[in-house]
Structure formats: structure tokens, C-alpha cells
């Protein structure tokens, strides 16, 4: 099926990285920054001039678009999902992607910071890689395979059907969204428009895993209420907010409960900003546990935790605000148990063996398969994501390309 194709997945790739998408935590906006409907502009025109004529990008910054039809049969609706957001964890300006080809497991300098070196050591997954061509960046950004490299693998499947016709396979919905790094990915979706059965996003890791499970999230913000008073006349009278919130951070414990001692199936309470006055301090948590009852257990501790600390200080008083953020996609998969089955013979027809893994994170996936649209997540080839060291091999890349034309036939052979 494949042998006389050019995948286009890494070309399309070393380009959208070059463009600037990261999205903000901080922003009230949607999406959050506007420069990620940069990319989604270029992927909505690209995919007209294949020849799909109603992709678009709507006022949120979201691209639809519908691969029509080539089987007579009645086929259910896919989608393949991906966002076009980077993470704000590391620069995504004025990224300069370098292609490595033929890796042989040298050490890799990245040219722009020399101390940025990927090394087989630390990543053991490039023993898998030797012959493979290796995108990283150079040095001083993080890559944006997360999850540009989906949007491109995307991109080249509606390439591939637009182009082979006589593949067989039903109605393909592709949907491309933003924010999905800071949580907000599906926040204006209209999956009555998308009109998809179910759905698979492209952002997962290794060649052949396949993801049916999320942590299931919550995000906690703490608002403590100091008393203020003129710092000359302070004293018995002020109560400094930043120096409890201080004492709350010091007793979270160290050896637990911390993303930085867990690992597998282990869930985790994490202060992510402090922001604050002596009057008024807010720390924001996010708590994650793959049980939705986990969370329960650990909001109960550290609501615990606080009060203890506010018992010293009488005259003050907090907030504890929860705020359900998405749970583990799971308990809706294990309903829909054809579109993990599906996806599972798609990995293997592609050649590869499969590794069914559990995201210690959230997807799009995750909120959209508890909005109606079952979603499990497909590898796409990225690794050592949101850092410097950020890299993906170009064969990998170009299976997750034929693994999902793979699924689109499965699904319509078994219809």
C-alpha cells in the first residue's frame, strides 16, 4: 500500500515547528494566544489545496475538516485529533529543527547550548533508532513534537487518502485544537459539527503504544488571607499570608505524594505558582490520581494539612476552592472496547508491537471521551518532550502515518 508513497509527515513537520504556537496559563483569552491560529491558518489552507473542500478554521482558533468517503458501506465516523499548541514549559521561539540521519548512537550536541547533549544513557529508547533519522532542535528550545508531529502525521494521512482513492474507508473527520497545554483544548469544541462516532488524537510516545488511560485531574487554589499592618507598628497586629503559605509548602511531604517520588499508577498533590502579599497569598495545586476517588482522599489531606498550619494563626483564614479539571478516559474505553481493539490491530498490521501504557498526564482525549466521543491516544513519535533535549525519529513518525490508514480500513472492513 505503501511502496510507492513519499510520506510527507517530517517535511510538514520541520515546518510547523518553526512557527510559534505556545500557548498561556495565565490568559483569559481564547485560545489563550493568539499567534497559535498562525498554524491553524496554513493547515486549513493546505488541506483545501488537497482538495478538501470544507476545512476551516473557526473564530476559536479549532480547523475542521472532513476526508469524504471511498467505501459504499455504512462506515462509523473517525476522527484523528491533534492540538497545534506548545507547552509554555520551555521556549518555542525561533525554533531551528536539525534532521540527524543515520543515527548510530553517538552522542547528540545540540549546536546553539553545547551542555545540551542527548544521550543514549539517559534515553534508552534511541537504541531503537539506530538508522533512523532524528529531529531535534538546537539547543536553546524545546522541539514542538508536542504535538506538531501529530498535526503533521495528520496532515500526510489526508494527503495518502486524498491521493489513493482506491483505498477503501468511510467519512474521516480531522479536527486540530488549541490549548490543550494549558488544559482548555476542548473548551470550545462543537462535536455536533465534528460529527464523529469516536476518535483517536496522535499524541502519544514510543512506535507502537497505544494510551486508553489518563490521570484523572483536579485543580485546587488556596487563598490565604493574612492581616495587615504598617511593618513600623507590625507587631502582635500583622499576620503575613507568604509566610504561611510558606510553612503549607515546607510540610507537603517530600518522599510522597510529589510527582518528583511517584511513579506507575502513584498520584500526586503539586504546587505549581505561589503568587501573592502579606495580606493575600494564593498557591494553585493540581492533584492527580488515576482512581477519580484518589483525589477525594488527597484534596482531604491537604485540606487537612492547611488547617493544621492555620490553627497557629488565629486571625487568619483561607479559601479552598476544587475545580474538576478531566478524568480518566478509562471508565468510558472500557465501554467502546472496539476502539482500542481497532487501533490494536492497526499497530500490528503496521508492523510494530504493541505497548498499551497509562498517560501520567491528560489529553484531549480524556475530556472528549467523557463529552461523547470515545478517544484513546496513538503514538506519534515524540520523546523527552516540554524540554531542550526534545526528539523524534522520522520513521516513526511515518508509521503513525500508515497505522492510522491501517484503522481507517479495519473500520471499514469490519462495518
Given at each position: 500500500?505503501?511502496?510507492?508513497?513519499?510520506?510527507?509527515?517530517?517535511?510538514?513537520?520541520?515546518?510547523?515547528?518553526q512557527i510559534?504556537?505556545?500557548?498561556?496559563?495565565?490568559?483569559?483569552?481564547?485560545?489563550?494566544?493568539?499567534?497559535?491560529?498562525?498554524?491553524?491558518?496554513?493547515?486549513a489552507?493546505?488541506l483545501?489545496?488537497?482538495?478538501?473542500?470544507?476545512?476551516?478554521?473557526?473564530?476559536?482558533?479549532?480547523?475542521?475538516?472532513?476526508?469524504?468517503?471511498?467505501?459504499?458501506?455504512?462506515?462509523?465516523?473517525?476522527?484523528?485529533?491533534?492540538?497545534?499548541?506548545?507547552?509554555?514549559?520551555?521556549?518555542?521561539?525561533?525554533?531551528?529543527?536539525?534532521?540527524?540521519?543515520?543515527?548510530?548512537?553517538?552522542?547528540?550536541?545540540?549546536?546553539?547550548?553545547?551542555?545540551q547533549?542527548?544521550?543514549?544513557?539517559e534515553?534508552?529508547?534511541?537504541?531503537?533508532?539506530?538508522?533512523?533519522?532524528?529531529?531535534?532542535?538546537?539547543?536553546?528550545?524545546?522541539?514542538?513534537?508536542?504535538?506538531?508531529?501529530?498535526?503533521?502525521?495528520?496532515?500526510?494521512?489526508?494527503?495518502?487518502?486524498?491521493?489513493?482513492?482506491?483505498?477503501?474507508?468511510?467519512e474521516?473527520?480531522?479536527?486540530?485544537?488549541?490549548d490543550?497545554?494549558?488544559?482548555?483544548?476542548?473548551?470550545?469544541?462543537?462535536?455536533?459539527?465534528?460529527?464523529?462516532?469516536?476518535?483517536?488524537?496522535?499524541?502519544?510516545?514510543?512506535?507502537?503504544?497505544?494510551?486508553?488511560?489518563?490521570?484523572?485531574?483536579?485543580?485546587?487554589?488556596?487563598?490565604?488571607?493574612?492581616?495587615?499592618?504598617?511593618?513600623?507598628?507590625?507587631k502582635?497586629?500583622?499576620?503575613?499570608?507568604?509566610?504561611?503559605a510558606?510553612?503549607?509548602?515546607?510540610?507537603?511531604?517530600?518522599?510522597?505524594?510529589?510527582?518528583e517520588?511517584?511513579?506507575?499508577?502513584r498520584?500526586?498533590?503539586?504546587?505549581?505558582?505561589?503568587?501573592?502579599?502579606?495580606?493575600?497569598?494564593?498557591?494553585?495545586?493540581?492533584?492527580?490520581?488515576?482512581?477519580?476517588?484518589?483525589?477525594?482522599?488527597?484534596?482531604?489531606?491537604?485540606?487537612?494539612?492547611?488547617?493544621?498550619?492555620?490553627?497557629?494563626?488565629?486571625?487568619?483564614?483561607?479559601?479552598?476552592?476544587?475545580?474538576?479539571?478531566?478524568?480518566n478516559m478509562?471508565?468510558?474505553?472500557?465501554?467502546?472496547?472496539?476502539?482500542?481493539?481497532?487501533?490494536?490491530?492497526?499497530?500490528?498490521?503496521?508492523?510494530?508491537?504493541?505497548?498499551m501504557?497509562?498517560i501520567?498526564?491528560?489529553?484531549?482525549?480524556?475530556?472528549?471521551?467523557?463529552?461523547g466521543?470515545?478517544?484513546?491516544?496513538?503514538?506519534?513519535?515524540?520523546?523527552?518532550?516540554h524540554?531542550?533535549?526534545?526528539?523524534?525519529?522520522?520513521q516513526?513518525?511515518?508509521?503513525?502515518?500508515?497505522?492510522?490508514?491501517?484503522?481507517?480500513?479495519?473500520?471499514?472492513?469490519?462495518?
Amino acid at each position: 500500500m505503501f511502496q510507492n508513497y513519499k510520506f510527507t509527515a517530517a517535511d510538514r513537520f520541520l515546518r510547523y515547528v518553526q512557527i510559534d504556537t505556545q500557548s498561556d496559563p495565565q490568559s483569559s483569552s481564547y485560545p489563550t494566544t493568539e499567534k497559535q491560529k498562525d498554524l491553524s491558518r496554513i493547515l486549513a489552507e493546505e488541506l483545501k489545496q488537497m482538495g478538501i473542500t470544507d476545512a476551516h478554521m473557526d473564530e476559536w482558533g479549532y480547523v475542521y475538516a472532513t476526508i469524504p468517503a471511498t467505501s459504499t458501506k455504512k462506515v462509523p465516523v473517525i476522527c484523528f485529533c491533534a492540538h497545534v499548541d506548545t507547552a509554555p514549559d520551555c521556549s518555542g521561539t525561533n525554533i531551528k529543527p536539525i534532521v540527524h540521519t543515520n543515527y548510530q548512537g553517538q552522542d547528540i550536541i545540540l549546536p546553539d547550548d553545547k551542555t545540551q547533549v542527548l544521550r543514549m544513557s539517559e534515553y534508552p529508547y534511541l537504541k531503537k533508532l539506530t538508522g533512523h533519522d532524528i529531529i531535534t532542535a538546537s539547543g536553546t528550545t524545546l522541539l514542538g513534537s508536542d504535538d506538531k508531529a501529530g498535526v503533521a502525521e495528520i496532515m500526510d494521512l489526508a494527503n495518502f487518502l486524498m491521493t489513493n482513492k482506491q483505498v477503501k474507508h468511510g467519512e474521516i473527520k480531522i479536527l486540530f485544537t488549541p490549548d490543550e497545554e494549558v488544559g482548555k483544548g476542548t473548551a470550545k469544541v462543537d462535536l455536533k459539527k465534528l460529527g464523529a462516532d469516536f476518535g483517536y488524537t496522535l499524541d502519544g510516545g514510543d512506535a507502537g503504544s497505544l494510551e486508553d488511560e489518563t490521570f484523572s485531574a483536579d485543580g485546587v487554589q488556596v487563598v490565604i488571607h493574612g492581616v495587615i499592618a504598617h511593618p513600623g507598628y507590625a507587631k502582635d497586629k500583622m499576620v503575613n499570608a507568604m509566610k504561611i503559605a510558606g510553612e503549607i509548602l515546607a510540610f507537603l511531604p517530600k518522599d510522597r505524594l510529589s510527582p518528583e517520588s511517584t511513579d506507575g499508577k502513584r498520584g500526586f498533590i503539586h504546587p505549581v505558582r505561589v503568587e501573592g502579599i502579606a495580606e493575600k497569598c494564593t498557591i494553585d495545586f493540581i492533584i492527580r490520581d488515576f482512581d477519580t476517588e484518589g483525589l477525594k482522599k488527597k484534596e482531604d489531606y491537604l485540606r487537612t494539612q492547611i488547617e493544621e498550619r492555620m490553627r497557629t494563626y488565629p486571625k487568619a483564614s483561607f479559601e479552598f476552592t476544587v475545580t474538576e479539571q478531566y478524568r480518566n478516559m478509562k471508565e468510558i474505553l472500557d465501554v467502546h472496547t472496539h476502539v482500542v481493539d481497532f487501533a490494536k490491530e492497526a499497530i500490528a498490521r503496521a508492523g510494530l508491537k504493541l505497548k498499551m501504557e497509562s498517560i501520567r498526564g491528560g489529553t484531549d482525549g480524556s475530556r472528549l471521551s467523557f463529552m461523547g466521543l470515545p478517544c484513546p491516544n496513538l503514538f506519534a513519535g515524540e520523546q523527552a518532550i516540554h524540554s531542550k533535549l526534545e526528539f523524534i525519529s522520522v520513521q516513526d513518525m511515518n508509521k503513525a502515518v500508515e497505522t492510522m490508514v491501517h484503522l481507517t480500513c479495519i473500520c471499514e472492513e469490519k462495518s
